[in-house]
């Protein structure tokens, strides 16, 4: 139980295109859902949460134009990075939480490696 | 295997040995405390939890400590297999609406066989 699942799990764009990264709960309703990014050999840095139906709230530093959270369904979030630069590259990775003995804790998913050209 | 804390990033123990992983988190209203194991490329796999009204949870063959006086926590894993070789991440939260994770800076676990 508690798999999280991300898709795609590697990415290569163009300078200036949009990428979108889903997010999915296979096995459970993530009430909700976290979007981190992680460099190499570093640890992870939070993004933003996000809330089903309502809108993210993004850490210090993130600017939500660059990227977009959405929380459609209690399964399901995407992160949006619009514009994306060589900068944005990088290793994101979602976690879920959810209720009902998975309160607390957050699973991860597996990542989505994105190389901006 | 020898205890470290997270300013030596890496471990280096024993095929059969025991290790010690050692994290000092940062907020003393801190009360739910999560250990993560991640492989390179791949997303970080829960290992253990403990809230902050336990010091001490097993689960199997992983045992983690909590000491709530100088703020420190620590992942024992017995008779540690190649298969434990990752990096291995302590993570503080506050169980209020949010619970954001608070992230260490990792140690890296070699297992020599």
């Known amino acids: 139980g508690a798999v999280v699942s991300q898709h795609p799990s590697r990415v290569i764009c163009k300078s200036g295109t949009s990428v979108k990264i889903e997010c999915r709960s296979l096995?459970?309703?993530?009430?909700?859902m976290f979007w981190y990014r992680q460099f190499p050999k570093k640890s992870l840095m939070l993004m933003a949460t996000s809330n089903e139906g309502s809108k993210a709230t993004y850490e210090q530093g993130v600017e939500k134009d660059k990227f977009l959270i959405n929380h459609a369904s209690l399964t399901l979030s995407t992160l949006t990075v619009t514009s994306a630069h060589p900068e944005d590259s990088s290793f994101y990775i979602c976690?879920?939480?959810?209720?009902?003995?998975?309160?607390?804790?957050?699973?991860f998913g597996p990542g989505t490696r994105l190389l901006v050209l | 295997g020898e205890s470290v804390g997270l300013h030596l990033p890496t471990l280096s123990v024993q095929e059969g040995d025991n290790s010690i992983i050692n994290c000092a988190y940062s907020?003393?209203?801190?009360?739910?405390f999560i250990w993560y194991k991640q492989e390179s490329g791949k997303g970080p796999q829960f290992i253990i939890d403990i809230r902050s009204n336990m010091d001490k949870r097993q689960g199997q063959r992983v045992t983690v400590l909590l000491n709530k006086t100088v703020k420190h926590l620590s992942l024992q894993i017995a008779a540690t297999q190649p298969g434990d070789s990752a990096v291995y991440f302590c993570?503080?939260?506050?169980?209020?609406?949010?619970?954001?994770?608070?992230f260490g800076s990792g140690t890296r676990l070699l297992v020599r066989p």
């Open positions: 907020n003393s209203a801190s009360d739910y």
């Open positions: 993570a503080e939260t506050l169980m209020d609406s949010s619970y954001k994770l608070i």
């Open positions: 096995d459970f309703q993530a009430t909700t």
């Open positions: 976690s879920a939480r959810g209720g009902l003995g998975l309160k607390e804790t957050q699973y």
